[in-house]
C-alpha cells in the first residue's frame, strides 16, 4: 500500500532518498541498460536487464534441466548459468526490513494461501503470454518495442477492471 | 553477440551481476513500496501519483540508458530500436505466433490478465517478492506458484496455447 514518508525526516540523504520510488526506476533502467552493455554477449535478448517473470522462469527451468533432465527452454542468456535476480531480490528485501525492524512474519487462512498460489501461476502464465513482467514491459518500450507499449496499456486496462471490481466489493460490504 | 566482454566471461557474470542487480532492487523496493501495478491502482483508485512516477521514471531511465549506452558501445545493441528475437517474440522459449496479430492478442491478453492479477492480490509480482522477504506469507505461496507455473506453463499450456493463436491468427 502506499506508505507517506514522515515530513520529521526531510533531510537529504541515502537513507531519505531510495524512498522515493523515482529513483529505484531510474536505477532499475539505467542497470538494465548497463548490463546489456556489459553481458549481451553471454545471449540475447535485448532488454532483458531485470524481469521477475522471465528471470525466474530461466531459473526454474534451469533447475528442472539439471535435477530432471526436463527441456524447457531458457533465454540464451541463461544458457549456462541462470539468472539470480528473484534471489537478490529476497535477500534484499530481508535485510532492509531487518534492518529497519518491518520484518514480521503475518499469516493468512488456508484460502488466502490457495488464492495466492493460484495467483502466482496465473501471473506466470499470463506473464509468459505477455513475455514480460510490468518491468521488462518497460524496459522493451524503452528499447522501441511497440508490442510491450501495448502490453503496458493492456495491464492498465488490467487494472482499471480490478478497481471496478474493488469498489463494487467495497460498496456491497458497506450496503 | 558482442558486448564489452567475451562470451566465456560474460556467462560467469550472468548469475553474479542478476543478483547483485536483484539484491539493490529489493532493498530499495523494499524501503520505497516501489509497485508498477500498485502506481497504475493508485492513480486510478486514489489519485495519488507517487509510485506511477516511479514506473515512469523506469520507462525513462531506460530509455536514457539504452540510448547513450547505445551511443557508446553500438555492438551491444545490434537491433536498437526494436526487440525481435526469431520472429515476433521478444522472448526466446515464450509461445512466438505465425502472425504478429497473434503475438498482439497474447500480449493484449497477458497483460489484462497481469494488471487484474496484480490488483487483486495487492501488488504486481516485485511487490510480491518484497512483501515475502518482509515475512508475508500469503506471498510466499505466491512465489511457489510462480515457479509451479513455468512447469504448468511449459508441460500443458505453451503448445496448446501456440496452436490456438495460430488457428485464430493465421500468417
Not at chain 1, 535478448?45 to 531485470?50: K, T
Not at chain 2, 520472429?87 to 522459449?93: C, E, H, K, R, V
Given at each position: 500500500m502506499s506508505e507517506k514518508p514522515k515530513t520529521e525526516d526531510k533531510k537529504f540523504n541515502i537513507k531519505n532518498l531510495i524512498k522515493i520510488p523515482a529513483v529505484l526506476g531510474l536505477t532499475i533502467g539505467f542497470i538494465s541498460a548497463f548490463l546489456q552493455a556489459l553481458l549481451i554477449s553471454a545471449g540475447g535478448?535485448?532488454?532483458?536487464?531485470?524481469c521477475v517473470v522471465c528471470h525466474t522462469r530461466d531459473l526454474v527451468n534451469s533447475i528442472s534441466k539439471n535435477l530432471f533432465g526436463t527441456t524447457f527452454p531458457t533465454a540464451p542468456f541463461s544458457a549456462v548459468f541462470p539468472t539470480l535476480t528473484i534471489i537478490g531480490v529476497i535477500i534484499g528485501g530481508l535485510l532492509a526490513s531487518k534492518r529497519n525492524k518491518e520484518f514480521r512474519f503475518k499469516k493468512g487462512s488456508i484460502k488466502s494461501y490457495i488464492f495466492y498460489f493460484i495467483g502466482g501461476i496465473l501471473v506466470m502464465i499470463f506473464g509468459l503470454m505477455l513475455g514480460a513482467c510490468p518491468y521488462r514491459a518497460a524496459l522493451r518500450t524503452a528499447y522501441g518495442d511497440m508490442i510491450a507499449l501495448i502490453g503496458i496499456v493492456s495491464i492498465f486496462i488490467g487494472v482499471f477492471i480490478g478497481t471496478r471490481i474493488i469498489i463494487i466489493k467495497m460498496k456491497k460490504e458497506s450496503v | 553477440m558482442p558486448g564489452w566482454l567475451a562470451a566465456n566471461i560474460a556467462v560467469y557474470l550472468v548469475p553474479i551481476s542478476t543478483l547483485i542487480i536483484g539484491f539493490v532492487v529489493g532493498y530499495m523496493a523494499q524501503r520505497s513500496g516501489f509497485c508498477s501495478i500498485g502506481g497504475f491502482r493508485d492513480l486510478l483508485l486514489?489519485?495519488?501519483t507517487r509510485l506511477f512516477i516511479g514506473y515512469l521514471a523506469l520507462i525513462g531511465g531506460a530509455a536514457l540508458g539504452y540510448f547513450i549506452f547505445s551511443l557508446i558501445i553500438p555492438v551491444a545493441f545490434p537491433t536498437y530500436p526494436k526487440v525481435v528475437t526469431g520472429?515476433?517474440?521478444?522472448?526466446?522459449?515464450a509461445p512466438n505466433a505465425a502472425s504478429v496479430y497473434g503475438v498482439l492478442a497474447m500480449a493484449v491478453v497477458g497483460g489484462i490478465g497481469l494488471g487484474l492479477l496484480g490488483v487483486l492480490l495487492g501488488g504486481c509480482p516485485l511487490r510480491q517478492i518484497v512483501m515475502s522477504s518482509e515475512g508475508n506469507l500469503n506471498s510466499i505461496f505466491f512465489i511457489i506458484g510462480l515457479c509451479v507455473g513455468v512447469i504448468i506453463f511449459y508441460m500443458f499450456i505453451v503448445a496448446n496455447l501456440v496452436n490456438i493463436i495460430n488457428a485464430l491468427f493465421p500468417a
Open positions: 535478448p535485448e532488454a532483458y536487464g531485470f | 486514489f489519485k495519488q520472429g515476433f517474440a521478444a522472448l526466446p522459449g
